[in-house]
């Protein structure tokens, strides 16, 4: 896995990696045999990536978004070259769960036309640790969303979702399915975005600076061209970025006077 972590970080072809690594293990004055590029294909798609794990296990606040990553191809050259419509470009849709120390701790690479709520679901049954606030943007919000949290969440968890603007309160509203109703009342009190303020729906800012993390370390793109492959490329991608987080968290020690 190693490899492909390199391969990721520094947006290296295949054969490109097996010449870095060679080097690097030259270097390091090992005795080991590098993998040659055709092994490192089939790594890619059959190596197990280990489970995303939280930074510890107290209660966490979780913001989770998504956001689309090319398919590496000839697609988006053709489009340019015979003047086409976008049909030929291709996409995936990348869900990312950050938590507030700004770990990546859920995710999921699906199909761009995949429904953001759904996906969401499963990601809250990835989280281990018990989620004591959860915020989203607007795709989220709905009744399976508040359901998956109250299963999974603290007893007494706080969910930011921004409510449709066509939303109406819901008078057979029971547990935290209540939330939605408060914030429908809220905003039609002070507005959208006082709400937005008081709620502090604004934190919402951690999942797009996780994805502007991404994007600038990893790059926009999938390398792999089988759906399993990307999958397991975005995941190795993903627990590179929590390498690199947990590597610039200063540790602290208490000193006695």
Not at 68 to 90: P, Q
Not at 158 to 167: C, F, Q, S, Y
Not at 218 to 235: N, P, S, V, W
Not at 239 to 256: D, F, H, Q, Y
Request: glycine residues 8%; positive net charge; charged residues 25%.
């Amino acid at each position: 896995m190693t490899s492909l972590t390199i391969r990721n970080v520094f947006h290296l072809a295949l054969r490109q990696t097996e010449g870095f690594v060679t080097s690097l293990i030259r270097v390091m004055g090992l005795d080991l045999m590098t993998p040659d590029h055709t092994t490192l294909s089939r790594r890619n798609r059959n190596n197990e990536v280990p489970r995303l794990a939280a930074a510890h296990d107290a209660p966490i606040h979780l913001v989770v978004d998504s956001t689309g990553l090319k398919m590496l191809g000839d697609g988006e050259w053709n489009a340019h070259k015979h003047k086409t419509a976008n049909r030929r470009r291709s996409w995936r849709k990348l869900h990312l769960g950050i938590d507030g120390n700004g770990f990546i701790i859920a995710s999921e690479l699906t199909d761009s036309s995949v429904d953001d709520a759904s996906v969401g679901v499963t990601m809250i049954e990835q989280v281990e640790p018990a989620i004591i606030r959860f915020t989203a943007d607007g795709a989220y919000d709905t009744r399976g969303m508040y359901v998956a949290l109250t299963a999974s969440g603290a007893a007494h968890i706080k969910i930011v979702i921004p409510p449709m603007k066509t939303a109406a309160v819901d008078p057979r509203a029971m547990g935290p399915w209540c939330q939605r109703n408060d914030a429908i009342e809220r905003i039609a009190e002070v507005g959208r975005r006082q709400w937005r303020k008081d709620s502090g729906a604004h934190q919402q800012a951690r999942a797009e600076n996780g994805m502007y993390r991404y994007k600038r370390i990893i790059g926009d793109c999938l390398r792999a061209k089988q759906f399993e492959a990307q999958r397991r490329e975005a995941l190795i991608a993903v627990s590179a970025i929590n390498r690199m987080t947990a590597l610039g968290m200063p540790e602290s020690v208490k000193v006695a006077a």
